[in-house]
């Protein structure tokens, strides 16, 4: 089985499910509010990605792409559903939206997991990121872990 990605507004409603699931695993697990992190506007998200079953078209992740300054992108509500875990597609996801940052010319990836989030944290140093301070509205989450990966052309 494998995956297709596809472009999708921030809005869209399948995009909207899988963020809604994402934030109640959050919840759940790290205790996360997602009032105090409604996640961006739609208008700050420069592209959003839903991955795809190939052979269904079920949406079964998702996952977006900030910018945070002129070289620097942040990585959004990376998730995908629990069925359809342990079969790389958060990394797939990851590296797409890296590819399009290098594109938009970033030389920088940041994101934030949460500490209850040990897969998550497994995916993002597998995939070449390193824990850094938490920063911006991050910065006073002790529950918050951030990463950082720099960007070459040939890295992504």
């Not at 594109?103 to 940041?110: H, L």
């Not at 995939?127 to 951030?146: K, L, Q, T």
């Amino acid at each position: 089985m494998g995956v297709i990605l596809e472009t999708a507004s921030w809005d869209d409603p399948v995009g909207v499910r899988l963020r809604r699931e994402q934030e109640s695993e959050a919840v759940e697990c790290c205790g996360a509010d997602p009032a105090r992190d409604p996640g961006p506007p739609a208008a700050d998200v420069d592209l959003f990605l839903l991955a795809r079953d190939a052979e269904t078209a079920v949406a079964v992740g998702c996952a977006g792409l900030r910018r945070l300054d002129e070289t620097t992108y942040e990585v959004e509500r990376v998730y995908v559903t629990s069925a359809w875990r342990g079969r790389r597609i958060g990394e797939v996801l990851l590296r797409a939206l890296e590819e399009a940052a290098v594109r938009r010319g970033a030389t920088r990836m940041r994101l934030e997991t949460g500490s209850g989030r040990p897969a998550s944290v497994r995916l993002y140093e597998r995939c070449g990121y390193h824990r850094i301070e938490r920063f911006g509205h991050y910065a006073d989450r002790e529950r918050s872990v951030c990463f950082e990966r720099t960007l070459t052309a040939s890295a992504a």
